[in-house]
């Protein structure tokens, strides 16, 4: 009797949705390690492949990062880093 009173109770939906809620967190991160190491292994095979063609990343799906944006611009002038910047 207690048990059909309280199964629509606040602190009973509470519970469930938090069982929920942990479950669905669960399969999320299983899912994040997942894409991390299909990056990781991606990432291998594409260095890997350029050691084998004896060429540095450029290619163009490799974006640059880390590289300030006034050294780049200046390759593009033709000038030293920073001029007419």
């Known amino acids: 009797m207690f048990e059909e009173k309280s199964k629509d109770s ?6 469930k949705q938090a069982k929920l809620r942990a479950e669905m967190d ?3 991160l299983v899912h994040r390690r997942q894409l991390q190491k299909s990056g990781e292994r991606l ?3 594409r260095e890997l492949e350029a ?9 163009v799906d490799m974006p ?3 590289v300030p ?4 611009l200046a390759g593009l002038m033709g000038g030293p880093m920073g001029a007419g910047l």
């Open 51 to 59: 050691q084998v063609q004896g060429r540095l990343h450029t290619s």
């Open 10 to 15: 606040f602190l009973t939906v509470c519970a």
């Open 69 to 72: 944006a006034k050294f780049l």
């Open 26 to 28: 669960d399969k999320y």
């Open 64 to 66: 640059i990062t880390g």
């Open 43 to 45: 990432a291998r095979q």
